[in-house]
């Protein structure tokens, strides 16, 4: 990634973090985007800049970041609604639906997105895209159990599906301890359609379209910051 892309994406985290106030729920995304908020939100609430602000992580690895940075967290049983939530994406289309996952945490950040009041999403613009599945393959989450008869579902809908291994060539294992199918599609003609399809298998734990989620998109490119909202 070059310097240029993650001061972008440092900037469309922080343009987010204006959106926070004081005593609320805020949900803190996964990824190399959403991390610069979550440090936003820890260097403010240091200085006094907002007070009484509980996080709720999308991930382990976010988790351990807000507890450096003394984001105090909500408990894994989200009581509460959450007032706004900051993540990245993998790729958006024009109608705000997004491909996440690359991170292999989907599954929280889809818990916590449908939760939140506010879903804010904050990228570079290399994320943009006419379709989705151009630029990036989706991410399904898959129970171990029997996990080829998902592959074979996947192939059958027309995907090249392959099972997400770590560098040390290991598979790759989600915070719930489930396996990441990474698919590609080429560009999916109806994420509607396909949602649902994925939604109906057993043993697809989620994928990674979100759909009808995102109230508020943050672009960072050469020419400024832009803020788009839900149509
Ligand atoms: C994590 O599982 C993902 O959904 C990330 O939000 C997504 O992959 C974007 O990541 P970057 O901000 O690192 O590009």
Request: glycine fraction near 10%; include cysteine; proline fraction near 3%.
């Amino acid at each position: 990634m070059s310097d240029q892309q993650t001061q972008l994406k440092q900037q469309a985290a922080e343009r987010a973090v204006e959106f926070v106030q004081s005593g609320m729920v805020v949900g803190l995304g996964t990824g190399s985007t959403a991390i610069f908020a979550t440090r936003r939100i820890g260097q403010l609430l240091a200085d006094g800049q907002l007070k009484d602000i509980i996080g709720i992580a999308t991930s382990r690895r976010t988790d351990e970041e807000a507890r450096k940075l003394g984001i105090p967290l909500l408990p894994d049983d989200l009581p509460q609604p959450v007032d706004v939530t900051i993540d990245g994406a993998d790729e958006i289309d024009p109608d705000f639906h997004l491909i996440k996952g690359g991170g292999g945490a989907l599954l929280r950040e889809k818990i916590v997105a449908q939760a939140s009041s506010r879903f804010v999403v904050v990228a570079d613009e290399s994320k943009l895209s006419d379709k989705l599945g151009t630029n990036f393959r989706l991410p399904v989450e898959v129970l171990e159990f029997a996990w080829r008869s998902q592959l074979q579902f996947l192939e059958s809908l027309g995907a090249k599906a392959e099972v997400r291994q770590n560098a040390d060539g290991s598979r790759f294992l989600t915070d719930s301890g489930n396996l990441i199918l990474d698919c590609d599609f080429g560009p999916i003609a109806d994420p509607l359609e396909l949602a649902a399809s994925l939604g109906s298998r057993a043993g697809i734990v989620e994928h990674g379209l979100f759909l009808y989620m995102a109230t508020d998109v943050i672009i960072a490119g050469q020419d400024g910051i832009r803020h788009l909202t839900g149509k």
